[in-house]
């Protein structure tokens, strides 16, 4: 036989592709020929390949091999395709029966000594095959419990190449996928270790409980930091669609913990403020990978001395945070990832950052306006909650009576809340007040009274708040009578939604 076929999965994105791994040995000058639009990574994998089989104490056919990837159109990425291209060599000598292989898609790296090395996105190729119908893949050791989180499908796994080669030709076992219980994962900071701050701690609760994002400004040393970095532990565990998107974009960017199992709380990604456009939104060399917005999918995603980013990074934001999506274009195509993050941007007031706060600022009114004029207007609109903190007073740091609030006990009401709204837009297939058009909000039967949105209309007409403003301040109210248990906002939420939105009277 000069002619054998092995499945296997190629990844656009976050979109899995069956590919067909076609091998025909025909007589003539030996060489290896790859079709099928490969990249850099495959045209090398006629080496190791080669290596690795021969290695593995298997022959390698003295025959001119053309190896075809198919649907030829689609552009194939990366390592993953060396354990499939060996097989079908193989099968296409005569070496290897491949019937055993039939409806099975194979993944994995293959070392020179023939050892089978784990690659990224396992989890989406894996999805894939199933969607496509495939029931058994093949994947390297490294991968398998990874792999094991689809349902439906039979994971087997190889370390080495020779153990598949045994499995094909004499019918011994694979490796199983590690059947040991998840572990937990562990807790991060807790909010109770937050001296004071009672309307930092407002906010943070309140932004939870809508997924709305936020702004927090304030002197160094006010708390900004650790109130960003608590978020996370009072938002409730992904469900399982959630946690199952969430790992796959881990796992394409490589990033999965030692175990491979689904990330269940949300993500929570802190780019350094000298990271590039590319970082944040992704980008790279081929085919683009997902940046800090889409690793903070479903979680947060914290830019600390937001001021301090470049302002093309930080304009860049702007679509994601709209859409919840981003698509990155190179000339080698466009990739798209999901990209719905809770935004929070931390900022020192002015360049000088006294402790003091503005009491002891050295900083000209010019200064000021500059250093927070590289957050813009428009990213700004884009943050429904926007608080200035006071520095921490001696009292309220060496308090030893009552303890704050933990994180356990703010996360209960923020799913309480989060129940109540995702009851109440069921019909619209939403859960988040966040994520409400503001149109509908607008509308009867959830329109609200004109006495209390009076002060609402008010700042519209007057240009003091946009339209944008207008509706998030909206949400905000209904975000904040869910969180205090009422069925419909009132005034009083909204003069409270107003002084989160526009950081007065604090």
């Not at 490969?38 to 091999?65: C, F, K, M, Y």
């Not at 019937?99 to 784990?118: F, I, K, Q, S």
């Not at 040991?180 to 001296?195: K, M, Q, R, S, Y």
Request: hydrophobic share 45%.
């Amino acid at each position: 036989m000069s002619y054998a076929k092995v499945l296997c999965v190629g990844l656009v994105g976050m979109a899995g592709h069956v590919v067909e791994v076609e091998a025909d040995l025909a007589p003539g000058l030996p060489g290896v020929v790859i079709s099928g639009l490969p990249d850099t990574a495959l045209h090398e994998a006629r080496d190791r390949v080669r290596a690795a089989i021969v290695n593995s104490g298997q022959r390698w056919p003295n025959r001119r091999i053309t190896l075809n990837l198919l649907p030829a159109t689609l552009p194939k990425y990366g390592s993953a395709f060396d354990l499939a291209i060996a097989v079908a060599v193989l099968g296409g000598s005569g070496e290897l029966p491949l019937v055993p292989l039939e409806a099975t898609v194979v993944l994995g790296e293959l070392g020179l000594d023939g050892t089978v090395r784990p690659v990224r996105g396992v989890l989406p190729m894996v999805a894939a095959a199933a969607r496509a119908g495939f029931p058994q893949v093949v994947v390297p050791a490294g991968n398998a419990a990874e792999a094991a989180v689809i349902p439906g499908v039979q994971v087997r796994a190889a370390d080495t190449l020779h153990r598949l080669v045994a499995f094909v030709r004499d019918g011994t076992p694979l490796l199983a996928p590690p059947d040991d219980a998840p572990t937990a994962e562990a807790g991060g900071p807790d909010l109770a270790d937050v001296a004071g701050q009672r309307l930092g701690r407002r906010a943070l609760e309140v932004a939870a409980a809508g997924g709305h994002h936020l702004a927090l400004l304030g002197p160094p040393g006010a708390g900004k930091t650790m109130l960003a970095e608590r978020l996370p532990s009072v938002l409730p565990e992904l469900d399982d669609d959630a946690a199952l998107e969430v790992t796959a974009l881990h796992s394409i960017a490589g990033l999965l913990p030692p175990g491979g199992r689904l990330l269940r709380r949300p993500p929570f990604q802190a780019p350094h403020h000298t990271a590039t456009v590319p970082a944040l939104v992704g980008g790279g060399s081929g085919l683009a990978r997902p940046g800090a917005v889409s690793l903070a999918h479903r979680g947060v995603l914290f830019l600390d001395e937001a001021a301090e980013f470049s302002k093309g990074a930080l304009e860049a934001l702007r679509q994601p945070l709209e859409n919840g999506r981003v698509r990155v274009a190179r000339t080698q195509g466009s990739t798209e990832y999901p990209a719905r993050t809770q935004l929070v941007l931390a900022a020192n007031p002015c360049p000088c950052a006294k402790p003091s706060g503005d009491a002891a600022c050295e900083c000209t009114p010019l200064a000021r306006r500059r250093y927070l004029g590289r957050l813009s207007g428009p990213l700004l609109d884009r943050v429904d909650v926007q608080v200035r903190l006071p520095p921490v007073r001696a009292a309220e740091l060496l308090q030893t009576g009552t303890p704050s609030e933990s994180s356990a006990t703010v996360a209960a009401r923020v799913a309480e809340a989060r129940r109540a709204a995702a009851d109440r837009w069921a019909a619209t297939g939403r859960r988040l007040n966040a994520e409400i058009p503001g149109p509908y909000l607008r509308r009867p039967p959830w329109c609200l009274p004109g006495r209390d949105t009076r002060e609402l209309r008010k700042r519209l007409d007057s240009g003091s708040l946009s339209a944008r403003g207008f509706d998030r301040v909206i949400r905000l109210a209904w975000t904040i009578a869910d969180l205090d248990g009422r069925a419909r906002p009132d005034g009083g939420d909204i003069a409270e939604a107003i002084q989160l939105r526009t950081g007065e009277g604090a």
